[in-house]
């Protein structure tokens, strides 16, 4: 299946189940991998979630808890690589070009090395599904040894996510029922 078609056919099934079931998780209890992960990392960034996508922000709030610096993404447009910069809950966020909510443009620039993502669709190797702009991948790409993970609701999985030579492989991906792991990623 293409991904344009994948995209439109998840984000529909993501939305009906959000709207049934979003608010029974929180993921607010990171499983025992991810805990270690983020007591590893300096930097924990996360994501504003837009419409029915899994939110991070509770996962953020522990990792202040832990002593943690946290992040999101800002993007100025779609050419231009995404940064990311500092945010802790609290901080004034605004609408960025996709009417994603992101931090102000001068807010201090941060390198984190784990970086939770949202996703469309992912499937068991970890392989991601994102929206096509290509932000996450060319993110990733820049920074090799930060560890990736998807948060996603179950129903987001699919068989085979399609594989472009650019896409990057999660390490781990986190969903309402599973804790999934890369196995061909060290951890």
């Not at 608010?23 to 499983?31: G, K, Q």
């Not at 050419?79 to 992101?102: E, I, N, S």
């Not at 179950?154 to 068989?159: G, I, K, R, T, Y």
Request: charged share 25%.
């Amino acid at each position: 299946m293409p991904k344009i078609l994948m995209r439109q056919k998840l984000r529909q099934r993501r939305d009906e189940f959000a709207t049934m079931r979003a608010s029974l998780h929180d993921f607010s209890a990171p499983p025992d991998p991810l805990r270690n992960w983020i007591t590893q990392s300096h930097c924990v960034s996360g994501y504003v979630p837009f419409g029915s996508e899994a939110s991070p922000l509770a996962l953020l709030a522990y990792a202040r808890r832990q002593g943690r610096e946290t992040a999101l993404p800002h993007v100025t447009h779609r050419d231009a690589p995404m940064r990311f910069l500092r945010w802790q809950m609290g901080d004034t966020l605004y609408p960025g070009p996709f009417g994603v909510m992101q931090p102000a443009d001068d807010a201090p620039e941060a390198t984190p090395d784990l970086i939770v993502t949202p996703l469309l669709g992912f499937d068991r190797r970890c392989r991601r599904l994102g929206y096509g702009a290509g932000f996450y991948d060319r993110a990733f790409a820049q920074l090799p040894t930060a560890r990736r993970v998807g948060l996603a609701w179950s129903v987001q999985e699919v068989d085979v996510v399609p594989a472009d030579s650019w896409d990057v492989a999660l390490h781990a991906i986190w969903t309402e029922c599973d804790w999934i792991v890369n196995e061909e990623m060290p951890q």
